[in-house]
């Protein structure tokens, strides 16, 4: 860095001394902080500006008005900007826009209802028509229901009447009992597959017609 | 040495810059013309950036060159000036006394001081003019 800063050698590069065709930047070149004063510059004394107490008086009055004057336009159009956001019109404007917002969307809320409320009208009629009918159904098929339990109940107790007339009772109990002495029934017997009936290990024969038949139901049973 | 300003990147100049919400701003002239043709941009930049750095936003124009009509024209964008003079964008010197001159602000006391000293040099002109044509 040091020999970079020698003043030959830093112009010899900015003027391209070393290289065979002489180019010499012109624009976006300047002198950098830590080189002296040109030499052509070396005993220039720059002028100071004279100004005249007047003038400075003058331009001191002037620029002291012109400074509070800007300080309450900045604070005037701060507070422009802060009431843009949070004034009371601002906010009684946003709050009428959100009113008639919402009054818009109650409207369609309300028309929305009605539409719905007439298709639901219309549905629950056919519902309600459905439902009687079925209702309706419904009774009559009881009804029958009924009906045919009834008609089952009269045939039970019509049958239990026919039967009541063999029925053992107080009047002729005396003659169901000589009846039951007088026809003993032995039960203690076998049968074989043919349907032969033994007692006590002895073939018993029965050569009528009816007995037969009685001998059939006997297997049945 | 500079290298950045020649490697520009490629931006619209018209705004979108980087804006902080706490960084001062300055509300300047960037000049947008080429070799002795001078035009320039008035822009909100962050105060710290170079004066060719991609702007926030485009504030108006100013061309300095007299037109055929002689007149010298200037765009501004009172609104956004506006707001970002409540946000509290510093002014530079050219941008304040042109706004001064529009009217929009109270004319910037370097007006009245260049005035002067134009007429006070105007007026020693005419004085040695006098006095070399009466000697």
Redesign the interface.
Same mark, same amino acid.
């Given at each position: 860095m040091q020999h970079f800063c020698k003043q030959e050698l830093l112009f010899g590069k900015l003027l391209c001394k070393t290289k065979p065709v002489n180019q010499q930047p012109v624009r976006?070149?300047?002198k950098p902080r830590w080189l002296p004063r040109a030499p052509s510059k070396m005993f220039r004394v720059p002028v100071r500006p004279k100004i005249s107490t007047e003038?400075r008086n003058e +331009?001191f009055q +002037?620029?002291t008005?012109?400074r509070t004057?800007?300080k309450s336009?900045?604070k005037q +159009?701060?507070y422009? +900007?802060e009431t843009s956001y949070t004034g009371q019109e601002v906010l009684q404007e946003i709050a009428n826009k959100e009113e008639a917002l919402w009054k818009k969307c109650l409207e369609i809320n309300d028309n929305w209802n009605a539409e719905v409320a007439l298709a639901r009208d219309e549905r629950l009629a056919i519902e309600r028509e459905a439902q009687r009918k079925l209702i309706l159904a419904q009774l009559i098929e009881k009804e029958e229901e009924k009906k045919k339990q009834l008609e089952a109940i009269e045939e039970i107790v019509r049958l239990e009447k026919e039967k009541s007339k063999s029925y053992i009772t107080v009047e002729n109990i005396d003659q169901a009992i000589d009846k039951a002495l007088d026809n003993i029934v032995n039960y203690k017997y076998a049968i074989d597959v043919a349907g032969n009936i033994y007692y006590n290990n002895e073939l018993e024969k029965q050569t009528t017609e009816t007995g037969k038949q009685q001998q059939q139901v006997k297997v049945v049973n | 040495m500079r290298a950045y300003r020649i490697l520009k990147k490629l931006l619209p100049s018209s705004g979108g810059g980087d804006d902080f919400e706490k960084a001062k701003k300055a509300i300047r002239l960037t000049r947008h013309g080429c070799a002795n043709r001078p035009f320039y941009h008035i822009v909100v930049v962050l105060q710290k950036r170079d004066c060719k750095a991609h702007p926030i936003e485009q504030l108006g124009t100013y061309d300095p060159l007299i037109n055929h009509n002689g007149e010298k024209l200037v765009s501004l964008n009172l609104e956004r000036i506006k707001y970002w003079m409540a946000k509290n964008a510093r002014l530079s010197n050219p941008v304040a006394e042109l706004l001064g001159l529009s009217g929009f602000l109270p004319i910037h006391p370097r007006t009245y001081m260049t005035a002067w000293r134009n007429r006070q040099k105007n007026q020693t002109e005419a004085n040695t003019s006098e006095t070399a044509t009466s000697s």
């Open positions: 976006f070149t300047r003038e +331009l +002037l620029f008005t012109y004057s800007m336009i900045k +159009l701060e422009e +900007l | -």
